[in-house]
């Protein structure tokens, strides 16, 4: 697994190496790598970014040690650039240098333990070339073990199919389980000029939450459970207790191979109580 994790000098720069950490378990033999990226800030004139040389990235260096202490065992890659924007600097890298996902924090304001979306994270949910994680504020205030419960939104569209054969790779590494997570969406009455009525979503749910269980890998151990309601608050209180990691799928439509944030996607993103990976469009 190779990944490109975003730090600055913020609180959440810890966050994102721990949450990098935990996704790299279970490779073994330094198979895992991390290209570690921080961008500093150069004035309010827009300019071309540039990789910062030896002794314009030295104030960069505490960042940097700090990050291969946290990941010890990784190989870690460090480099500083100045000029440009965080997010469009860490777009470019993934689209030419390849990675499985990029990682970052929260900024550190809003209620603990939740996803709180800033600037930088909002522009990469919004056409990363990869799949893109966010951890929750606070979450490097603990250690945590290798992923044991992985949750994934799964309402049959392509995009939770996908979402959840990322999440079937990630359980396969530490032998985690798999909580498949189908949120029914109640008939809404339209409005009244209208004689009809939206349908529920999905439209035959028992039949989805069954085809996706039977798709995921027999040697893997998995669950579901079927919820009511509004999909993004069922899903992030389903994830208040023993979900170590939430997989969502990107919006359905929009440039192919990006991370395009729907509705739901982006209010996980906000307030969910772990981790959560939005996956790429295949």
């Known amino acids: 697994m190779r990944l490109l994790v975003a730090v600055d000098k913020r609180e959440g720069a810890k966050d994102a190496l721990e949450l990098a950490r935990v996704l790299a378990a279970g490779e073994g033999g330094g198979a895992a790598s991390a290209l570690v990226v921080t961008v500093h800030f150069t004035g309010p004139l827009p300019m071309e970014y540039a990789l910062l040389p030896g002794e314009e990235a030295g104030e960069a260096e505490p960042l940097f040690e700090q990050a291969r202490e946290r990941l010890a065992g990784m190989d870690v890659e460090t480099r500083a650039y100045g000029g440009g924007s965080p997010a469009g600097i860490i777009?470019?890298?993934?689209?030419?240098e390849g990675f499985d996902a990029i990682v970052v924090g929260s900024p550190h304001r809003g209620a603990f333990g939740r996803v709180m979306i800033g600037s930088v994270a909002t522009s990469l949910l919004n056409g990363a070339p990869t799949d893109v994680a966010v951890a929750p504020k606070g979450y490097a205030r603990v250690q945590h073990?290798?992923?044991?419960?992985?949750?994934?939104?799964?309402?049959?569209?392509?995009?939770?199919?996908v979402a959840l054969r990322h999440a079937e790779a990630l359980a396969k590494r530490t032998n985690a389980r798999i909580k498949l997570l189908t949120v029914v969406?109640?008939?809404?009455?339209?409005?009244?000029?209208?004689?009809?009525?939206?349908?529920?979503?999905?439209?035959?749910?028992?039949?989805?939450?069954?085809?996706?269980?039977?798709?995921?890998?027999?040697?893997?151990?998995?669950?579901?459970t079927r919820l009511d309601g509004d999909p993004a608050t069922e899903l992030a209180r389903a994830c208040e207790e023993g979900v170590d990691l939430l997989v969502v799928g990107s919006r359905g439509y929009g440039p192919m191979t990006r991370v395009l944030l729907g509705s739901v996607s982006r209010q996980l993103a906000k307030k969910a109580p772990c981790p959560v990976l939005v996956a790429s469009r295949p």
Not at 91 to 96: I, K
């Open 91 to 96: 777009t470019t890298l993934a689209e030419r």
């Open 145 to 161: 073990e290798a992923p044991r419960d992985i949750a994934v939104g799964f309402d049959g569209t392509p995009e939770s199919k």
């Open 185 to 224: 969406k109640p008939p809404a009455p339209a409005p009244v000029m209208v004689p009809a009525y939206t349908p529920q979503f999905p439209p035959e749910p028992d039949k989805v939450i069954n085809e996706g269980l039977n798709s995921i890998d027999p040697l893997l151990a998995a669950e579901r």
